[in-house]
């Protein structure tokens, strides 16, 4: 048995997809500047040294941003949307401080003690590449 | 009569009261906010040193000890219009404590002559 589609049929269904994609896009607006700020950190932070050092202010972060893009994806550019990219960032810059500073303090320690000491055991984990316990 | 007004005024009172109860910012949120900001002035967030300036003049922590401080009174005056996205302001304001403390306590462990990574350039190549 063959169905018969009609051209007028298919040129319906496109024209309804089409009109559906601009009607939701209108619905969602443009993607508000503080989540592309906060997906730019979440790129910027997960290569950096966040990842390595201070790996839970990480995550919270992300789960921020994971919120935001879901208010994004139901709302659009809401208000919730925009809050929720603001905590994500600043979450995000926590994460980078909290990194630095870690970074900082082991440098310090390590001065401190001088050359020719052997490597401690988050140094080793570190330079294979595993992240060392989260700091909070 | 009189009985029907005074039904009617004790609804209102009691519809008025429910409204208040539900606007008001919770209070273990606003403690935790306060401990925060008490939190950053002992560690001196608000008094950082001049080469941590940012772009208002003062250092990044003091700005967003301000953001924050901003942000919270705009929640407390949402709350008491009965506005639900005060919570979220206060959230808002959370947030910027908190990383003016992290700020004010990476500035503390800088060392003053290091050029040291900014934290967002990859270290693993």
């Known amino acids: ?8 049929s298919v ?4 024209c309804s997809v ?24 979440l790129i910027a932070s997960s290569t950096g040294l966040a990842d390595a050092l201070a790996l839970s202010y990480l995550e919270d972060a992300k789960q ?12 659009g550019n809401s208000d919730l949307c925009r809050d929720y990219s603001y905590i994500a960032e600043n979450k995000f810059e926590l994460a980078d401080a909290v990194a630095r500073a870690e970074l900082f303090r082991q440098t310090k320690e390590d001065e401190g003690v001088g050359p020719g000491r052997p490597p ?3 140094d080793a984990r570190s330079s294979t590449g595993a992240p060392p316990a989260a700091v909070r | 009569m009189a009985t029907n007004n005074w039904m009617m005024t004790a609804g209102l009172s009691f519809c ?6 539900s606007a008001s910012l919770p209070y273990a949120e606003v403690s935790h906010y306060q401990a925060s900001i008490d939190t950053a002035k002992r560690v001196g967030a608000f008094k950082l040193p001049a080469n941590n300036r940012g772009a208002l003049g003062m250092s990044p922590a003091e700005e967003h000890l301000e953001l924050a401080d901003d942000q919270f009174e705009l929640a407390k005056i ?17 947030s910027d404590v908190d990383l003016a403390l992290g700020l004010a306590r990476e500035a503390a462990a800088r060392p003053h002559t290091s050029a040291m990574n900014d934290g967002r350039t990859p270290i693993l190549k």
């Open chain 1, 64 to 75: 921020m941003l994971e919120r935001a893009n879901h208010e994004f994806a139901l709302h």
């Open chain 2, 16 to 21: 008025g009261a429910l409204g208040c109860a």
């Open chain 1, 11 to 14: 040129l319906r269904a496109t």
């Open chain 1, 18 to 41: 089409v009109l559906a994609a601009v009607t939701g896009s209108c619905a969602t607006g443009s993607v508000p500047s503080t989540l592309i700020e906060a997906r730019r950190s």
């Open chain 1, 120 to 122: 401690r055991s988050e």
């Open chain 1, 1 to 8: 048995m063959k169905a018969h589609i009609s051209k007028g």
């Open chain 2, 78 to 94: 949402m709350a008491a219009s009965g506005d639900p996205r005060s919570f979220l302001f206060l959230a808002r304001a959370q």
